[in-house]
């Protein structure tokens, strides 16, 4: 090749490279808007404007936070969402004792439906909540029904059951507070002599324009039941005896009232004596509530049989 060819030839390897150049940078020269928005792109910004007190709650369980990053969320569907806003945040309030709350919401195109702004900026919308002064309870009514109503061996519970109640009159009333109260009240029954008590009836009356709660419950404590014989099943390499006398140096014995703290007691004075990997006491209660369905007037406490199913530890 002649050094004039040779030198035609570079010169067009350089033109193709400078082409194949110029062409990536074109591509790289491209509008940021001509590629898909980020997908962190919003419908709408929600501002709440309210106290310390229920700020928090609003920003986490208001129905329209979910459909913030919808992508596609129309001007109708946005509307139907602003007028569900202000029902959904008094619901929420009520739930904490706030039933005359004030509530405004403000959007920065007044009259205007628009998930988005002409200008492709998120629609900005402000919640204003003042939610006023707690409702507190005005009275509270204490009701037992079932075995526990009148036998004399649960005087002490009763009196417990009236003196300890959790939320009394003069109190905040809130949801959360109401079903604590409630759930404290049912331990105190279920935990000894009537593991199968419940709240048969209960009822929160709420007067807005006084701000008052007036509460009423009613607790079935069911019949009575003592500690029936244990079963021992499972692996067989220990006698069954053996979890027997376990569970009586742990304080249960056969005949006495049903007591969790004392269950719980004897399943760890099994599970700690290094012979089993594992033992779980059960106590039928459905049984007992059978024999009380089947004839039995309730004055007597019925009789719980209980099971050890038990797994050895290794040899």
């Not at 209960?202 to 069911?222: C, H, K, N, Y």
């Amino acid at each position: 090749m002649s050094i004039a060819a040779a030198l035609r030839a570079g010169l067009a390897r350089a033109c193709a490279a400078l082409w194949l150049l110029a062409c990536s940078g074109m591509a790289l020269a491209q509008p940021a808007n001509s590629t898909p928005a980020a997908s962190s792109a919003v419908a709408f910004e929600l501002t709440i404007q309210a106290p310390d007190t229920v700020r928090a709650l609003l920003e986490r369980h208001l129905e329209l936070q979910r459909f913030r990053t919808l992508p596609d969320l129309s001007r109708a569907e946005l509307e139907q969402l602003l007028q569900a806003l202000p029902a959904n945040a008094r619901e929420l309030l009520g739930t904490q004792g706030y039933f005359a709350p004030r509530i405004q919401v403000q959007t920065d195109a007044p009259g205007a439906a628009a998930a988005a702004t002409p200008t492709n900026r998120p629609r900005r919308i402000v919640l204003v909540v003042e939610p006023g002064p707690p409702a507190r309870v005005a009275s509270v009514d204490l009701q037992i029904q079932g075995a526990g109503a009148t036998e004399p061996e649960a005087a002490a519970q009763r009196e417990r059951f009236q003196s300890s109640w959790a939320l009394p009159a003069g109190q905040p009333f809130s949801q959360s507070a109401w079903d604590s109260a409630k759930n404290q009240a049912l331990r105190l029954w279920t935990e000894r002599r009537y593991p199968t008590a419940q709240v048969a009836e209960s009822r929160a009356t709420i007067d807005p324009e006084r701000q008052e709660a007036r509460l009423w419950l009613v607790l079935d404590t069911g019949p009575a039941v003592r500690f029936g014989e244990i079963t021992v099943n499972g692996d067989e390499r220990y006698p069954a005896d053996a979890v027997q006398r376990l569970v009586r140096l742990g304080g249960l014995r056969p005949g006495d009232d049903y007591d969790l703290g004392v269950l719980q007691a004897a399943q760890q004075r099994v599970s700690e004596s290094g012979y089993y990997r594992s033992v779980f006491l059960r106590v039928d209660v459905d049984a007992a509530t059978a024999q009380a369905q089947a004839g039995t007037d309730g004055s007597a406490p019925m009789t719980a049989p209980m099971t050890a199913p038990q797994t050895p530890a290794p040899a």
